[in-house]
């Protein structure tokens, strides 16, 4: 099974917290993995939304992001990421296995005692390189232009792939902030992906775009064109443009 959902029992806590040690014991346990294994919160910049971000590694073992995430609704019609994953494995199994795609591998309902916190924990294989927006900086910092407009038309391009395989549903959140790139292997991971399939204003390309448009200020209006224009003609050149 490449997706499961279960629940985590937080037994005296009242909160998930991966360093805990009595909560640390049990996630290793549940997740298969030596008691000895690693685990840390991340610093810095860990996103807007989430409850906690942690990693995790094991001996021998690829590298974990454990995800907390809140589980109320932005809207009565919005399912929560734990039922947008559900719906998304059944509809696109495959895409759990897709290597472009960090989706999570197991999903955890945490909770304890009566008034103990309740949230879902999503756990994911980390992916490789480093942030797009971190790459794209330290790049434009040793002025690679080549290789950033480079990246620009891969990525519009694997963007492309993306919508064409998963019969055009948005990722949703498509930025610099939510899409990994291995340099050394010219791969792309897309992550943040809790809201994949439902409904926005509007669309990836449009969206990755407004992103892009917020750097004209520090790189110039015509250097941010242009690495549109990249973007989207390798879109347009992918299989996803019908
Ligand atoms: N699969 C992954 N591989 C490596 N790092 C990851 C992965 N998933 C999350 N992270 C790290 O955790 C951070 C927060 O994750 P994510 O973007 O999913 O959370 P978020 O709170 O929804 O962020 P946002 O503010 O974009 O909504 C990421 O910026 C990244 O540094
Ligand atoms: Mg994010």
């Known amino acids: 099974e490449i997706f499961s959902m279960g629940k985590f029992d937080l037994g005296a806590e009242s909160k998930f917290d991966a360093l805990r040690p009595s909560i640390k014991a049990r ?8 008691p000895n294994a690693s685990v840390w919160a991340m610093t810095g910049c860990r996103g807007g939304v989430n409850e906690g971000i942690w990693f995790v590694k094991a001996h021998g073992r690829p590298e974990l992001v454990l995800k907390l995430v809140k589980i109320t609704r932005i809207a009565t019609n919005i399912p929560t ?3 947008n994953f559900a719906r998304l494995y059944k509809e696109h199994p495959a895409a759990f296995s897709d290597p ?3 989706l999570p591998f197991k999903a955890f309902r945490c909770s304890g005692r009566p008034g103990a916190k309740e949230n879902d924990l999503f756990v994911i294989r980390k992916s490789a390189g480093e942030r797009l927006a971190e790459w794209l900086a330290s790049k434009l910092h040793q002025q690679q232009f080549d290789v950033v407009l480079r990246m620009m038309w891969d990525l519009g391009a694997r963007l492309s792939e993306y919508h064409s395989r998963y019969s055009h549903l948005q990722h949703g959140d498509f930025t610099l902030s939510n899409i990994f790139f291995d340099e050394s292997r010219n791969q792309f991971a897309f992550i943040d992906l809790g809201g994949m399939g439902i409904p926005t204003l509007d669309g990836d390309v ?16 015509p250097r941010v064109a242009e690495w549109d224009r ?3 003609q390798g879109y347009a050149h992918g299989t996803g443009n019908t």
Do not use: N
């Open 27 to 34: 996630l290793l346990e549940v997740l298969g993995l030596a």
């Open 81 to 83: 990421e734990a039922e």
């Open 100 to 102: 472009l795609l960090a």
């Open 206 to 221: 449009e969206h990755f775009s407004k992103s892009l448009a917020l750097l004209e200020k520090k790189h110039g209006q």
């Open 230 to 232: 990249a973007f989207r």
